[in-house]
Structures are given as structure tokens and as C-alpha cells.
Nanobody, 124 residues
Framework: VQLQASGGGLVQAGDSLRLSCAASGRTFNTYAALGWFRQAPGLGREFAAAIGWSSGSTYLANSLKGRFTISRDNAKNTMYLQMNSLKPEDTAVYYC?????????????????WGQGTLVTVSS
């Protein structure tokens, strides 16, 4: 199983980016949930967003509500994180992850597979 995150880059504050996460070796509909985490320089990995694959229910970290949106495309077997009104404090490596159980979706221990991460840098 491989998860491939992409779409990161260098942007200015106020810009938007859309991250993508694609899977190989296993289709997303066999997972209970998928999520995005981020890790800023010198800090731990933190929960950003999650989506129940079959239900489509979404969950966002409180600090990201109103700016970030998580979605999925079943046909493309791809998950997205739309990030708007980016701030310098959003600078981090963003990881996508997949969970077999869907439990503890808000913590990294709830996930079984991880992508390699994509770097988002927001300049002021």
C-alpha cells in the first residue's frame, strides 16, 4: 500500500492550495477513514482533517474550520485538502494517512498507512 501526497509548494499569505492524496495497491473504499496531518518545523504532527470514506463525513481541526476543506473523489481514488486564505503558520509538511478502523481519526495512532508528505510553505 502506498499513499502519495502532492500539491505542496511555496505560496504567499492569502493564497490557496489544493493537496491531493492518491493510493496504490489498495483502493480508498476499503479504508474506514482517511486523514490529513501536518508537522511544522520543530513541532509534533497534528491533526488537520479527516473524512469517512463511505459516509463522506468530514472532520476538521477547530483552528482550520472556515479555511480548509477535505473531500474525496471515489472515481479517482483520491482525497483532497483545499486550503484557502493560507497563513505563514500553515507552513508545514502535510501528510495523508489511511485508517482501517476509522477510530481515533483525530490522532496519528488511529492510522495504519502514511504517505511521504508534501511541503507547504507560506510566506508573509
Amino acid at each position: 500500500v502506498q499513499l502519495q501526497a502532492s500539491g505542496g509548494g511555496l505560496v504567499q499569505a492569502g493564497d490557496s492550495l489544493r493537496l491531493s492524496c492518491a493510493a496504490s495497491g489498495r483502493t480508498f473504499n476499503t479504508y474506514a477513514a482517511l486523514g490529513w496531518f501536518r508537522q511544522a518545523p520543530g513541532l509534533g504532527r497534528e491533526f488537520a482533517a479527516a473524512i469517512g470514506w463511505s459516509s463522506g463525513s468530514t472532520y476538521l481541526a477547530n483552528s482550520l474550520k472556515g479555511r480548509f476543506t477535505i473531500s474525496r473523489d471515489n472515481a479517482k481514488n483520491t482525497m483532497y485538502l483545499q486550503m484557502n486564505s493560507l497563513k505563514p503558520e500553515d507552513t508545514a509538511v502535510y501528510y495523508c494517512a489511511a485508517s482501517n478502523s476509522g477510530l481515533y481519526y483525530y490522532t496519528s495512532r488511529g492510522y495504519d498507512y502514511w504517505g511521504q508528505g508534501t511541503l507547504v510553505t507560506v510566506s508573509s
